[in-house]
């Protein structure tokens, strides 16, 4: 039986993995629970798995009680580091769950990492306190999570990584589709149900810089090991190869409940009739094709900037987060959103970062330099 903390729990990984908790009572079982203001969910959640602990930010009237029947309001710290608490799974969006992801590694708590904003601002420092409290990230995210999966039995160095991109809701449209782009025609992904903010990074491409900064972390590679390919169907979900030339590759429909159950489960791989299942003859065929960069220019910002050491990385994903909440409210267009990122990471200077404050410091001015930028349009 597994303890579980649950950061996120209202959203779409979070309403996922308590999905995975619901069809294995048996072994996982759900100490705590937090949601920003998905007050009413998060209300029948408690309801339903009655955890120890839940922590709401922006809590309704009715909420603002200690206790929501046996279940006590508690801080992010209290949470995670919880004496019943094996593994903290970190499903928010932003940089919220840095400083609770670092508290949860300093007790010795593995964390399953669905937020990758954590990684990309202070992968460096996560891995270097994951290591030294003798615990492990295990990756959500599907591309890491599939070479996780690929690394297992494995004891020879990696050659290389393909990372896979299915290229979002914008790839093939010709400059004039592009340039009638709505908020709700970017939110409509090809091949993914995820929340708003990773589609648009995934139409922008800006989620695959993210993911291959996540992978240099994660996996310890050179920059120059790691590759994106272009894959539109979204099965394979990463690759591995070896020094021998052979490649391993992670394949199943595109399922987000997958890697957050192998997360949940690891070591243990259990039959789940939710689970969609392979099928090659009907799928036909796998295609490949290389990211054209002049199509995404998110995705070259965001190597750019996000591979350097210091609060590059954090300003980054700032004003990523600034630039696209500005394209779903409508105030800048898609086309809009790779300019206003350049601008703030243009105006601001890399600092060395010795504290997690520091790197929230600089998402935060991040965030603040798009909204200027934006307002003085
Ligand atoms: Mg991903």
Redo the contacts with the bound molecule.
Sequence with gaps: MIGVALLGSTGSIGTQTLDIARRFPDRIKIVALSAHNSTELLKSQIDEFKPKLFNCSQLSEQMKTEMIGETKNCSYEDMVTDEDVDLVVTATVGDVALIPTIQALQAGKNVALAN?ESVVMAGEMLMKIATENNCMIFPV????NAIWQCLRGEEQSISRLFITASGGAMRGMTDVQKKKITPQLALKHPT?SMGPK?TID?ATLM??AF?VIEAKWLFGVEWDQIEVVIHPESMI?SMVEFQDGSVKAQISPPDMKLPIQYALLYPDRLDNPDLMRFDPVKLGSLNFESVDVDQYPCFSLGLQYGSKFGTFPAVLCGADEAAVESFLKGTISFYDIPTVIKEALQASSNEDAKTPQEYLNAAEWGRSKVKEIINHK
């Design positions: 990758k995210d599907s591309e890491p993914w990773i995934s989620n695959k993911e979900h």
